[in-house]
Nanobody
């Protein structure tokens, strides 16, 4: 069974940093794309970053470019999201999701989701 598990959320002041982790069990890591989504209260879940082990590509939504960085550790089957210069509008529940091969911006194309980790940025 493919099971992503997020960790690393918390409360941070504006301008601070956090690193989220997504450990994924039950997969051949090199065959998968791992994406980070977030959902703020009353808003749709949006994709913010993705990394594909198949072709080495990485993607970011415009609002996090230059502030967030996605990376992977093959030995640990783990993807990280390093978040810097955090803003109050980054407050959300952050989810990681896995799908075969290539990244997609469409959440419906991801079949395997973690439970989420809360990130709260105070002003």
């Amino acid at each position: 069974e493919v099971q992503p598990v997020e960790s690393g959320g918390g409360l941070v002041q504006a301008g601070g940093s956090l690193r989220l982790s997504c450990a994924v069990s039950g997969i051949t890591f090199d065959d998968y794309a791992i994406a980070w989504f977030r959902q703020a209260p009353g808003k749709e879940r949006e994709g913010i970053s993705c990394i594909s082990r198949r072709d080495g590509s990485a993607y970011y939504v415009e609002s996090v470019k230059g502030r967030f960085a996605i990376s992977s550790d093959n030995a640990r089957n783990t993807v990280y999201l390093q978040m810097t210069s955090l803003k109050p509008e980054d407050t959300a529940v952050y989810y990681c999701a896995a799908r075969l091969y290539l990244c997609s911006q469409y959440k419906a194309w991801y079949m395997n989701w973690g439970q989420g980790t809360q990130v709260t940025v105070s002003s």
